[in-house]
C-alpha cells in the first residue's frame, strides 16, 4: 500500500509540473505572438504608386474580350491582378490560393502574363481559370514595372491603386486587403507607424 501511494504522489507531482510547464509554454507563445509582425506582401518602389490612378490600357484576354485595366467597376468591387507565369514554380503553388482568397473576399482575379500562348492556356487548363480572365501580354506588366513575379495589384472600383506587392502565400493576399481598408500603402508601412507611435508614447513617458 505504501509503495502505491508514493507512486500515486510522484504522479500527481508530475502531473502538476506539467500543468505549470504547459501554462509557462503558453504564456511565452503569447508573448511570441505578440512580437511577430504579420506578414505582408513585399512592396517595391517602382511603378505607379498605391493611392495613384492605375494606368488605363485596353487590353484583349485570350479569350478574345476586351478588358480596361484600371476602368471602373461596380460600386464597393474590388480587381486583383495577379501576374504570373507557366514557368514560374510559385505562380503554380499560388493560383489556387489565389482562387480560394478571391472566393471568400468576392474579389475579381484578373491574370496577367507574358509568355507562349499555348503555355498559358495549358496553365489555365490545370487550374481551371476562365480563358477571359487571363491576359497574354507585356503592356500591363510594362506600365507597372513588374520584375518579379508572382506579383498582385489590387484596383478599387475607380481604378485606383489599392495596395500592391510580391505574394506568396495567402497571408500576403490578406495584407493587401488589410493595407487598403487601414490606409496605409503597405502592411510594412502600418508596422513603421506603429512602431514609431510606440516609442513616441515611450519617450513622453519617460519625459
Same mark, same amino acid.
Given at each position: 500500500? *505504501?509503495?502505491?501511494?508514493?507512486?500515486? #504522489?510522484?504522479l500527481?507531482?508530475v502531473v502538476?509540473?506539467q500543468g505549470?510547464?504547459?501554462l509557462?509554454l503558453a504564456r511565452?507563445?503569447?508573448?511570441?505572438?505578440?512580437?511577430?509582425?504579420? =506578414?505582408?506582401?513585399?512592396?517595391?518602389?517602382s511603378?505607379?504608386?498605391?493611392?495613384e490612378?492605375?494606368p488605363?490600357?485596353?487590353?484583349?484576354?485570350?479569350g478574345?474580350?476586351?478588358? #480596361?485595366?484600371?476602368g #471602373?467597376?461596380?460600386?464597393?468591387?474590388?480587381?486583383?491582378?495577379?501576374?504570373?507565369? %507557366?514557368?514560374?514554380?510559385?505562380?503554380?503553388?499560388?493560383?489556387?490560393?489565389?482562387?480560394?482568397f478571391a472566393?471568400s473576399?468576392?474579389?475579381?482575379?484578373?491574370?496577367?502574363?507574358d509568355?507562349?500562348a499555348?503555355?498559358?492556356? +495549358?496553365?489555365?487548363?490545370?487550374?481551371?481559370?476562365?480563358?477571359?480572365?487571363?491576359?497574354?501580354?507585356?503592356?500591363?506588366?510594362?506600365?507597372?514595372?513588374?520584375d518579379?513575379?508572382?506579383?498582385?495589384?489590387?484596383?478599387?472600383h #475607380?481604378?485606383?491603386i489599392? %495596395?500592391?506587392?510580391?505574394?506568396? *502565400?495567402? +497571408?500576403?493576399?490578406?495584407?493587401l486587403v488589410? =493595407?487598403?481598408?487601414?490606409g496605409?500603402?503597405?502592411?510594412?508601412?502600418?508596422? *513603421?507607424?506603429?512602431?514609431?507611435?510606440?516609442? =513616441?508614447?515611450?519617450?513622453?513617458?519617460r =519625459?
Amino acid at each position: 500500500m *505504501s509503495g502505491a501511494l508514493v507512486s500515486q #504522489t510522484v504522479l500527481w507531482v508530475v502531473v502538476i509540473l506539467q500543468g505549470v510547464a504547459i501554462l509557462a509554454l503558453a504564456r511565452q507563445i503569447g508573448v511570441l505572438h505578440e512580437r511577430i509582425a504579420p =506578414a505582408g506582401a513585399l512592396m517595391s518602389g517602382s511603378g505607379p504608386g498605391v493611392g495613384e490612378q492605375s494606368p488605363r490600357i485596353e487590353v484583349h484576354a485570350l479569350g478574345g474580350n476586351a478588358i #480596361t485595366v484600371g476602368g #471602373t467597376l461596380a460600386e464597393g468591387r474590388l480587381r486583383l491582378m495577379l501576374f504570373v507565369s %507557366s514557368a514560374c514554380p510559385i505562380c503554380k503553388k499560388l493560383i489556387p490560393i489565389a482562387q480560394s482568397f478571391a472566393r471568400s473576399e468576392r474579389i475579381e482575379v484578373l491574370y496577367m502574363g507574358d509568355a507562349d500562348a499555348a503555355e498559358q492556356r +495549358e496553365l489555365m487548363r490545370q487550374f481551371g481559370i476562365d480563358e477571359r480572365s487571363f491576359v497574354n501580354g507585356p503592356d500591363v506588366g510594362m506600365a507597372f514595372r513588374v520584375d518579379k513575379l508572382p506579383y498582385a495589384v489590387l484596383l478599387d472600383h #475607380t481604378g485606383r491603386i489599392a %495596395s500592391k506587392g510580391l505574394v506568396n *502565400s495567402r +497571408e500576403h493576399f490578406e495584407s493587401l486587403v488589410i =493595407a487598403r481598408e487601414s490606409g496605409y500603402a503597405s502592411i510594412q508601412s502600418y508596422l *513603421s507607424a506603429q512602431a514609431n507611435a510606440a516609442d =513616441a508614447a515611450q519617450g513622453n513617458t519617460r =519625459a
